[in-house]
């Protein structure tokens, strides 16, 4: 996600620690690299310029200039404008006081719309809501077809429209609120027409459903690999419909970050969710304040705590926090271990998640092959309940052994080892120590 621009800038952040004081020739090269950065990610010209020209004034004021720690204060200065660049702080939907809410999702075909409405329901059924899937496409009926096998799928409410109701679209979509309202369905997320390009056609038939449906939220879904044609898309939706907020999709996929980066500042409107990934609980919530950290090498570890949190046994987390303190971790731990990993999502962007720096240090980098953790759990799987506890006693015929058990390489059992007792190394490490002991559980 965003590697393109994160390595880029992760660099930059490196020359600017590098340097002993901060002047305005070094800041101007710092400037030039960013800007660079931000052209080749397909960001916006005009978002670039204006985050340059602040950052340039805030970075050169003579506060930071005097300061002791000047390279640390314009680093803060560059998170705090990418957090301004990405809108400022998370947004939440708006709800209406008088069930049930409408939400009206637009975008262009092929950005993944239909999907994100599953996806939208699927979080709002979580919350302990009664979501509604609707498809209002009068010019491809069948699309109803797709939204209710996503409804079925996600076991939540759907309504299909008749033949019949489609000759009369404002009756119709009278109804499906009147509906709404009869069995208690809140909110109504309601998948509209998409369309290769923009025409009239098609925005005659969004205003038709905005005027009658008069929505809480209008939310453009744009394809964040598109780049620059995305926040084109959003900008020609927010002047002809109106928007309120944007999902970005597949932005588990777009190394560049150009959409992401440009979207809000363009639009003026908040990017409230983004896809990273395409099961149906692959939307998370967007904050701009733990991107622009991300993006910097600062890591994002608020979201991994709240993935965690959601994920974790915390019985078991507890056990393990103690165990850690203790240096007791084993291999069946180890194993335990990679079982929650596994339920958080893939492993390599769970390290992109890590910061850049300290106890971290270039972890975020390590190149993983998802598959492994399978490989991994194998591999431990083969060995006795004495070698798990005590990893020092497998010699080379016990790893021969393993190997053939797991039908992996003894490669991978050596690299499992190796990847194990390296662990056991960080853990003694005083910075590893210290962080475990302000864990709450390890108490």
């Given at each position: ?134 498809s209002f496409d009068l010019k491809r009926p069948a699309a109803q077809e797709q939204l209710k096998a996503i409804a079925r799928s996600i076991d939540v409410a759907h309504y299909e429209f008749s033949k019949k109701q489609m000759n009369y679209p404002g009756r119709a979509l009278d109804q499906v609120k009147e509906y709404a309202k009869q069995n208690n369905n809140n909110p109504v997320i309601l998948d509209t027409a998409g369309r290769l390009h923009i025409d ?169 092959d998802d598959k492994k953790v399978y490989y991994f759990e194998a591999i431990i799987n083969s060995m006795t309940p004495a070698e798990r506890k005590k990893p020092k006693i497998i010699n080379g015929s016990r790893r021969a052994r393993i190997a053939r058990g797991s039908g992996r390489p003894v490669a991978e059992v050596n690299q499992i080892l190796k990847q194990f007792f390296d662990m056991k190394k960080m853990m003694k490490k005083p910075g590893f120590k ?10």
């Amino acid at each position: 996600m965003l590697e393109q621009i994160t390595e880029r800038l992760q660099h930059v952040m490196k020359f600017l620690r590098g340097e002993g004081k901060i002047t305005e020739k070094n800041m101007q090269e710092a400037l030039k690299m960013m800007r660079m950065a931000f052209l080749e990610a397909d960001v916006n010209y005009k978002v670039v310029k204006n985050f340059e020209n602040r950052v340039k004034e805030r970075a050169l004021d003579k506060k930071v200039l005097s300061s002791l720690t000047p390279a640390q204060h314009v680093i803060k200065i560059i998170r705090d404008e990418l957090t301004d660049m990405l809108g400022h702080k998370e947004q939440k939907l708006a709800y209406s006081e008088t069930p049930p809410s409408i939400f009206m999702v637009v975008g262009l075909q092929g950005t993944g719309k239909t999907t994100t409405c599953g996806k939208l329901a699927k979080r709002e059924k979580e919350l302990k809501y009664n979501p509604l899937l609707v498809s209002f496409d009068l010019k491809r009926p069948a699309a109803q077809e797709q939204l209710k096998a996503i409804a079925r799928s996600i076991d939540v409410a759907h309504y299909e429209f008749s033949k019949k109701q489609m000759n009369y679209p404002g009756r119709a979509l009278d109804q499906v609120k009147e509906y709404a309202k009869q069995n208690n369905n809140n909110p109504v997320i309601l998948d509209t027409a998409g369309r290769l390009h923009i025409d009239d056609e098609l925005m005659d038939e969004l205003k038709l459903v905005k005027d009658k449906l008069d929505p809480d939220e209008v939310i453009y879904i744009g394809d964040s690999m598109t780049g620059q044609d995305a926040v084109k898309s959003a900008s020609v939706f927010e002047k002809r419909i109106g928007l309120t907020s944007i999902i970005l999709s597949k932005l588990d996929g777009d190394s560049r970050g150009g959409a992401a980066l440009s979207i809000t500042v363009v639009t003026g409107k908040p990017i409230k969710f983004i896809g990273v990934g395409e099961k149906f609980d692959k939307l998370e919530m967007f904050h701009p304040d733990r991107m622009a950290s991300r993006i910097i090498g600062m890591g994002d570890m608020l979201s991994l705590i709240e993935k965690a949190e959601k994920e974790t046994d915390m019985k078991q987390a507890e056990d393990l926090a103690k165990k850690l303190r203790k240096e007791e971790f084993t291999l069946e731990d180890f194993k335990k271990q990679l079982e929650q990993v596994k339920k958080m999502g893939s492993l390599s962007q769970i390290l992109k998640g890590l910061p850049s720096g300290g106890v971290f240090k270039n972890m975020n980098k390590m190149k993983i092959d998802d598959k492994k953790v399978y490989y991994f759990e194998a591999i431990i799987n083969s060995m006795t309940p004495a070698e798990r506890k005590k990893p020092k006693i497998i010699n080379g015929s016990r790893r021969a052994r393993i190997a053939r058990g797991s039908g992996r390489p003894v490669a991978e059992v050596n690299q499992i080892l190796k990847q194990f007792f390296d662990m056991k190394k960080m853990m003694k490490k005083p910075g590893f120590k210290k962080m475990i002991s302000s864990f709450p559980l390890s108490h």
